[in-house]
């Protein structure tokens, strides 16, 4: 199984921002410890409310900066939103940064959820699933390189082409089954947006709907994220205490072991690893260090 671990954008829980530097050295060091991905996410900002939070540099820049500091590590999305780009740009940027990265990213993809957002910029949510759907199979067929010609609900190609540039494997992220099934016809991988906890059942609806898409098992290779504080389990629980989390945090390198054997067993691919109590925030930076070790990284 491999291990990613994700861009921290701010600490936690002070919400401090993280610098581009911060975020480009951090993914540095993650290749020098042997994680085998690091991942950004794309938001242009998070707020429910109250005041707007950074959510770090803009993920196609970063990560192609990224590319130029690392030789082996993948470098990925996770995931961009598909409403915020038109679909023969994005695959314009990804062809690129696929080819100067020497084939080591992934394209994840996801439909959206962050509705201030949608609000602030005047974005239609509307039949969000059925826009992302045909947003996949446009971006998919783009991917190809040949010339694509599409009359769909939401989105017209006329011979529309992106010539040049490298092939990135292409992730969707999804919970639901139609959106499962989705990434069962056309992706490359797929991963679980949210909790891990359900898995094992979402697992079973890929295999099931590759199957049903006429794809061999395990065409689409698995993911999901968790996160993880590597501290005493006094501190964790008092942090976890003042700052209650929305979703499981594995405290402590033992609970973190278990936690990667696990989901390696449930038959998951690969588990991205945020270090904090939310997803995207970082602790401290001794957590990917602690990590490495915990996970005998350099074994």
Request: charged content about 20%.
């Amino acid at each position: 199984m491999k291990l990613g671990v994700a861009i921290p954008q701010r600490m936690w829980p002070s919400q401090e921002e993280r610098s581009f530097a911060e975020a480009v050295d951090f993914a540095v060091r993650a290749e020098a410890l042997g994680f085998d991905t690091v991942w950004a996410s794309d938001h242009y900002f998070l707020g429910f409310g109250g005041p707007r939070l950074s959510v770090g540099p803009e993920p196609m820049t970063l990560l192609s900066f990224i590319a130029g500091r690392t030789a082996r590590i993948g470098l990925g999305t996770m995931v961009l939103c598909a409403p915020l780009r038109p679909p023969g740009a994005l695959v314009r940027e990804a062809t690129a940064l696929a080819d100067l990265s020497g084939g080591r990213f992934t394209l994840g993809l996801g439909a959206g959820w962050h509705q201030p957002e949608f609000e602030a910029f005047a974005i239609p949510t509307d039949r969000l699933y059925s826009r992302f759907e045909e947003y996949v199979e446009v971006v998919g067929a783009l991917l190809t390189g040949e010339p694509v010609d599409h009359e769909g609900t939401y989105f017209a190609l006329r011979a529309g082409q992106v010539l040049g540039g490298a092939r990135p494997r292409l992730l969707v992220a999804a919970a639901g089954p139609r959106m499962i099934a989705l990434a069962a016809r056309t992706a490359d991988a797929w991963s679980l947006p949210g909790s891990y906890e359900h898995l094992g059942a979402r697992l079973a609806q890929l295999r099931h709907a590759e199957a049903a898409a006429g794809r061999p098992a395990g065409t689409v290779t698995s993911g999901c994220g968790a996160a993880a504080l590597l501290v005493s389990a006094e501190e964790g629980n008092e942090l976890l205490a003042a700052n209650p989390p929305p979703t499981p945090v594995a405290v402590g390198s033992e609970q973190l072991r278990s936690l990667v054997d696990g989901l390696a067993a449930e038959g998951c691919d690969e588990v991205v690893l945020h270090f904090s109590g939310a997803v995207w925030t970082g602790y401290r930076d001794d957590q990917l260090d602690l990590a490495a070790a915990a996970l005998d990284m350099g074994a």
